[in-house]
């Protein structure tokens, strides 16, 4: 069992940056693959980014490469997702999840098994 909690949502302008986190609590953390998602108003959620349980391989949404960074630190059961130059359109609630599959196949929800609660990033123009 695994309990998710992001952090470290907010407003931004246009071109911003922010720094989301998300803590686990379980013993098997770094067995897991770890990906964020993202869902907007009227949308479905979206994939934004995975990284292996090593944190050696990384995927993203060609939306946000090379402007969001996932990276994990394994000792302190946390991953994160640095976001730049944010866009209005990455408005979204963003959500953090743990699952078994290996990372280049983990871009649908359903290939995760644990889910945090979501954190509210607004962009504004």
């Known amino acids: 069992q695994v309990q998710l909690v992001e952090s470290g949502g907010g407003l931004v302008q246009a071109g911003g940056s922010l720094r989301l986190s998300c803590a686990a609590s379980?013993?098997?953390?770094?067995?897991?693959?770890m990906g964020w998602f993202r869902q907007a108003p009227g949308k479905e959620r979206e994939f934004v980014s995975t990284?292996?349980?090593?944190?050696?391989?990384?995927y993203y949404a060609d939306s946000v490469k090379g402007r969001f960074t996932i990276s994990r630190d394994n000792a302190k059961s946390t991953v994160y997702l640095q976001m730049n130059s944010l866009q209005p359109e990455d408005t979204a609630v963003y959500y953090c999840?743990?699952?078994?599959?290996?990372?280049?196949?983990?871009?649908?929800?359903?290939?995760?098994?644990?889910w945090g609660q979501g954190t509210q990033v607004t962009v504004s123009s």
């Open positions: 999840a743990a699952g078994g599959a290996p990372y280049y196949s983990a871009t649908l929800p359903r290939r995760y098994d644990y």
């Open positions: 379980g013993r098997t953390f770094s067995s897991y693959t």
């Open positions: 990284i292996s349980w090593r944190g050696f391989n990384t």
